[in-house]
């Protein structure tokens, strides 16, 4: 069974930081591509960077310089280093595993970010 379970969400004033974490089971996230999502109340889901299985990454344009995404294949974990948040980046965080083919293996359960002061 695959499974996603993400964690490190929180409450965080603007300009602070905060590191989530996605740990995999039931598949290796070393030779997929992983990555991190969020959505805004009343907002479809936006892609927020991932890395694929070369190790290349890709991030929305809002986040660049400031979220960084790597991966502990030893763990099986991907990270999502978020620094200088802002009050737009308050969303659910979902972690997300997917496939060569391009089709969605597993997500996890979401995780909350507040920015706010």
């Keep these: 069974q695959v499974q996603l379970v993400e964690s490190g969400g929180g409450l965080v004033q603007p300009g602070g930081s ?4 996605c740990a995999a089971s039931g598949i290796s996230l070393r030779f997929n591509t992983a990555g991190w ?8 889901r936006e892609l927020v960077a991932s890395i694929n299985s070369g190790g290349f990454t890709y991030y929305r344009g809002s986040v660049k310089g ?16 978020m620094n200088n948040l802002e009050p ?4 659910v965080y979902y972690c997300n595993c997917r ?7 597993a997500w ?10």
């Excluded at 905060?18 to 974490?21: A, G």
């Excluded at 999502?37 to 479809?44: I, V």
């Excluded at 400031?66 to 280093?81: C, E, G, H, P, W």
């Excluded at 996890?108 to 002061?117: I, N, P």
Aim: aromatic content about 6%; proline content about 2%; cysteine-free.
């Design 108 to 117: 996890g359960q979401g995780t909350q970010v507040t920015v706010s002061s």
């Design 37 to 44: 999502y969020r959505q805004a109340p009343g907002k479809e």
């Design 99 to 105: 496939g060569s083919s391009g089709s969605d293996i």
């Design 88 to 91: 737009e980046d308050t969303a």
């Design 66 to 81: 400031r979220f960084m995404i790597s991966r502990d294949s030893a763990k099986n974990t991907v990270y999502l280093q």
């Design 18 to 21: 905060l590191k989530l974490s």
